[in-house]
């Protein structure tokens, strides 16, 4: 009786499969990204930080806020603050807490070598991305939702002792609150991607603070009439349209700066993919 033996290209049509038996589905693939996340204490340090960021600079926003308002100066000139704004000012430096988190969650893989058994257990390789991406994404924005959330109530409590607090009720505000937990998201997904592109902590994390902060300074000494044009395009000055209240003149209108930051992330997501596919662990 013979014996029928699978040939190689029938091998490398069947759907890979994970040890316990079962084929590899992105959901498992997001399934183990969310173990490993979860099991690293990296993940909650700075989370934390991104959290205490938030909370504490918004707090002492408000804070100075009412300082200045007590100031016998502020008495006789017209002073009005934008109470929403400022009790959510702490993002600016949670984003890169955020940004060096999502820059790990590649890169640490890469430094360890732990990333070859994890393309080896997913040979198609692009899933690994999209689940580190999604389990990023997901819990920065539950995190960041919750924190924007407390920070404002805890900022409007501060700004209520001299009445000018505001209330989520009011235009614009439940957006932007909302708002700076979908442009951090978005930025935590794009540190994902150039952790990708880049394979290096420092070089991601230098990446991602020369875009956040580094290219606007620089986009500012360029003649005005060029950096008029140039800076609502920029990734944080647009994503950050959403997460404010009231915008400058000049600036993306809110839904739309967001649209122009989530191209930055489509394209660093596609850069990755590439690179993903082509080059060795």
Same mark, same amino acid.
């Given at each position: 009786m013979s014996t029928a033996t699978a040939t190689p290209a029938a091998r490398s049509a069947a759907p890979a499969r994970t040890a316990i038996g079962g084929p590899v589905t992105l959901a498992r693939v997001v399934h183990s990204e969310w173990?490993?996340?979860?099991?690293?204490?990296?993940?909650?340090?700075?989370? +934390?930080?991104?959290?205490?960021f938030m909370v504490g600079f918004g707090l002492l926003a408000?804070?100075?806020? +009412?300082?200045?308002?007590?100031?016998?100066?502020?008495?006789?000139?017209?002073?009005? +603050?934008?109470?929403?704004?400022?009790?959510?000012?702490?993002?600016?430096?949670?984003?890169?807490?955020?940004?060096?988190?999502? =820059?790990?969650?590649?890169?640490?893989e890469y430094s360890t070598g732990m990333i070859r058994a994890s393309l080896s257990a997913v040979p198609r390789r692009l899933p690994v991305l999209w689940a580190k991406a999604a389990v990023f994404g997901a819990v920065t924005f539950v995190v960041t939702l919750i924190t924007a959330f407390v920070a404002f109530f805890g900022g409007q409590a501060v700004l209520s002792s001299n009445h000018v607090q505001t209330t989520l009720?009011?235009?614009? =505000?439940?957006?932007?609150?909302?708002?700076?937990s979908l442009y951090l998201t978005a930025i935590g997904i794009f540190a994902v991607a150039v952790g990708a592109l880049i394979r290096n902590t420092a070089g991601g994390i230098a990446t991602i603070f020369g875009m956040l902060l580094v290219l606007p300074t620089?986009?500012? =000494?360029?003649?005005?009439?060029?950096?008029?044009?140039?800076?609502?395009?920029?990734?944080?000055?647009?994503?950050q349209a959403v997460a404010t209240l009231n915008p400058d003149p000049g600036t993306l209108a809110p839904w739309t700066g967001y649209g122009v930051l989530w191209i930055y992330v489509a394209a660093a997501l596609i850069g990755a993919a590439a690179v993903l596919k082509r080059r060795d662990a």
């Open positions: 173990i490993k996340f979860r099991t690293l204490r990296s993940s909650y340090f700075t989370l +934390i930080a991104a959290v205490v408000c804070y100075g806020a +009412i300082d200045h308002l007590n100031h016998p100066d502020a008495r006789d000139h017209a002073f009005s +603050i934008n109470a929403a704004d400022r009790s959510l000012r702490g993002y600016l430096a949670a984003q890169l807490a955020i940004g060096v988190l999502g =820059v790990l969650v590649v890169s640490g009720s009011a235009a614009g =505000v439940t957006r932007t609150v909302i708002g700076t620089l986009v500012e =000494v360029l003649p005005s009439n060029w950096s008029s044009h140039i800076s609502p395009y920029l990734p944080g000055a647009a994503g």
